[in-house]
């Protein structure tokens, strides 16, 4: 199987892979044309990316392509519309950059607090300026608010209570219990999340449902002077309206995300919010780049591309159908012989019934199998007896229909 590795992925990774039977081709310096090229020149099977976009034409580049893997958390770089269409599962590496990203939280959240920067940059300057950064708040006691409680969320939550920080959060799929267990505080809204903490940070995915989440009013529910972290992505805050914080309440922010970030590494980066006055201090979109983090990721990839090779399942698939339109069954027992299910399909599609869902399992011993199928509309009952007719190799048939909860 040809995998193509278009950016940086450690090297024991890819001879792992090749260790395993996989035919290899590692090209960094792969985007935008190049890489559709290399898709349609290699034929690969599976595709492994980080932070490159992967835009339709890539993903129409080649009928080989069935996987991509984004060797990282989040797939927003990903067309992952184009991909369903074209039937190619796209995966992530979900939780296994959770603890880099907490400590770059935190890091942020430091800095704000005893403006390392600023002293950094008066001492290098030659500047001895200690009555000004002497004025640093503390954490102990303070209130960090949380927006978003996944694996991430949940690290920094870890970390602001070992500097007995109170925490208050807000998540969708938060509830009272499970916020009890953590020892934090569970809000009905970011905006209220925002009216308790000094400190707000997010943790939310790049989707429609959080474009923008962070929005004017979330920002000034908060208190004049608080801080604010997104270690997350630049789409789920409204830049503008901090900027507008920053400038007229105070506000302090931490940022490893920004609009319009550049596509390469040494591209120069112009930013209003950096350049805009306050407090403002940034990093490179750093967040999950720590050597544990990538060595993680690169493990999970690994192994999802291993469990492919060897099952034909893909793990963390993100676009798979959240709900089947099977809503009926057809059970095949029959030898384990070809043609059984070549027969049994046959009939199906001859019947005008469309196949949502199959699996066929075989039994100890290989001599029997055992194919569940699901289907859109019953299955006439002519066809029933001319599947279980039709093929020596068939033990039994039956059908029924699936209960509504249960798919």
């Known amino acids: 199987m040809k995998v193509l590795i278009a950016d940086k992925f450690q090297s ?58 984004r060797a990282g958390a989040g797939y927003n770089t990903i067309d992952v519309a184009a991909a369903s269409k074209r039937s190619i599962l796209v995966a992530n590496c979900p939780g296994k950059n959770a603890v880099a990203v907490a400590e770059l939280t935190f890091a942020l959240i430091l800095a704000l607090d005893r403006r390392l920067v600023d002293n950094t940059v008066d001492l290098r300057e030659g500047r001895w300026n200690k009555q000004e950064y002497e004025k640093a708040r503390g954490l102990k006691g303070r209130t960090l608010g949380i927006i978003g409680l996944g694996q991430i969320g949940r690290a920094v939550a870890e970390r602001a209570l070992a ?54 009013q979330v920002l000034g529910a908060l208190r004049d002077g608080s801080y604010v972290i997104n270690t997350a992505r630049a789409e789920v805050m409204d830049y503008a309206a901090l900027a507008d914080a920053i400038t007229k ?9 920004y609009p319009a970030e550049p596509s390469k590494s040494h591209d120069e980066f112009h930013s209003a919010i950096v350049r805009g006055g306050g407090v403002v201090y940034g990093t490179h979109h750093i967040g999950a780049s720590t050597e544990q983090a990538q060595d993680a990721i690169a493990a999970e990839t690994v192994r999802i591309v291993k469990e492919y090779l060897q099952s034909g399942r893909v793990e963390n698939c993100v676009n798979l159908s959240a709900g089947s339109r099977g809503r009926f069954v057809v059970v095949v027992r029959h030898r384990n012989q070809p043609g059984v299910l070549a027969h049994t399909l ?20 290989s001599e029997a199998a055992c194919a569940q199928i699901k289907v859109a509309s019953p299955i006439p009952n002519d066809v029933i007896r001319r599947i279980a007719e039709g093929n020596p190799h068939i033990l039994g048939i039956s059908s029924f229909a699936v209960p509504q909860d249960a798919s």
Request: proline letters at 1%; aromatic letters at 2%; a negative charge.
């Open 12 to 69: 024991w990774g890819v001879d792992e892979l090749r260790g395993a039977g996989c035919e290899v081709v590692h090209e960094l310096s792969l985007d935008g044309d190049a890489l559709v090229e290399a898709i349609r020149k290699t034929e690969c099977v599976v595709l492994v990316v980080r932070g490159k976009k992967v835009t339709e034409a890539m993903l129409s580049a080649s009928n080989a392509l069935s996987v991509v893997v």
């Open 163 to 216: 500097f007995e920080m109170h925490v208050v959060a807000w998540s969708r799929s938060l509830t009272d219990a499970e916020a009890k267990r953590a020892g934090i505080m569970r809000t009905e809204s970011a905006q209220d999340v925002a009216s308790r903490c000094d400190v707000l940070t997010v943790h939310l995915p790049a989707s429609p449902d959080t474009k923008g989440i962070i929005n004017a």
């Open 249 to 257: 309440r105070g506000i302090r922010a931490g940022l490893d995300v």
């Open 346 to 365: 046959n009939e199906i599609s001859y019947a005008g019934v469309n196949v949502e869902e199959m699996e066929n399992v075989i039994c100890s011993g």
